[in-house]
């Protein structure tokens, strides 16, 4: 059974850290490229990070570009986002998505990516 669980969300205020994880499990993550997107309501799901498995490439989209760090352990089947200078802007649900298949379009399309976790929530506010 594949699982993707997100963890390390949290209310903080402008300019605070977080770390989220997400622990996968039931397919390869090491052969997986995998990313962060994130939601709020009435909006599509963007993706803000990519982290591929070759080459441990990573792309970030410019809205966290310099703030936030995509990581991957491939020994402990976890992706990491560290995130600071939050901004309010920042608040929204936050997925992990992985693609067992290589990525051979534009990251940011969720088609790409075949399993999704449950989300974890980040808001930042003063």
Avoid: H
């Amino acid at each position: 059974q594949v699982r993707l669980v997100e963890s390390g969300g949290g209310s903080v205020q402008p300019g605070g850290s977080l770390r989220l994880s997400c622990v996968a499990s039931g397919f390869s993550f090491g052969i997986s490229d995998m990313a962060w997107f994130r939601q709020v309501p009435g909006n599509e799901r963007e993706g803000i990070a990519v982290i591929y498995n070759v080459g441990t490439s990573i792309i970030y989209d410019d809205s966290v570009k310099g703030r936030f760090t995509i990581s991957r352990d491939n020994a402990k089947s976890t992706l990491y986002l560290a995130m600071n200078n939050l901004k309010p802007e920042d608040t929204a649900m936050y997925y992990c998505a992985a693609a067992p298949r290589p990525i051979r379009g534009y990251w940011q399309d969720e088609s790409q990516y075949a399993y999704w976790g449950q989300g974890t929530q980040v808001t930042v506010s003063s």
